[in-house]
Nanobody, 121 residues
Framework: QVQLVESGGGLVQAGGSLRLSCAASGNILSINVMGWYRQGPGKQRELVATISTRGSTNYADSVKGRFTISRENAKNAVYLQMSSLKPDDTAVYYC???????????????WGQGTQVTVSS
């Protein structure tokens, strides 16, 4: 099993910044893609950003130029630096890791419990 623990959410005013962190632990053999997703009030979960082991990134159009995803492979950690936040960014943010473990020898998507980000206007 893989446990993902997020931190760094909170309440911020529009235009402000937050940094989310996520660390994966467990019987991990390898992690391929790591990413952040979010689910706003009354909305479906959507992709925010992903990053491969080699550092290739992918962003939702709505966050390009404002959010930056990064990772530390040695720590099985992924980060999301969010700047110029808008009220529309208000959501629960979920960490995701596509990992191979000793008990599941194929890539499988694991999810964190989520961290709330609230942006006030």
């Amino acid at each position: 099993q893989v446990q993902l623990v997020e931190s760094g959410g909170g309440l911020v005013q529009a235009g402000g910044s937050l940094r989310l962190s996520c660390a994966a632990s467990g019987n991990i053999l390898s992690i391929n893609v790591m990413g952040w997703y979010r689910q706003g009030p009354g909305k479906q979960r959507e992709l925010v950003a992903t990053i491969s082991t080699r550092g290739s990134t992918n962003y939702a159009d709505s966050v390009k130029g404002r959010f930056t995803i990064s990772r530390e492979n040695a720590k099985n950690a992924v980060y999301l630096q969010m700047s110029s936040l808008k009220p529309d960014d208000t959501a629960v943010y979920y960490c995701q890791a596509r990992a191979v473990t000793t008990t599941r020898l194929y890539a499988y998507d694991y999810w964190g419990q989520g961290t709330q980000v609230t942006v006030s206007s």
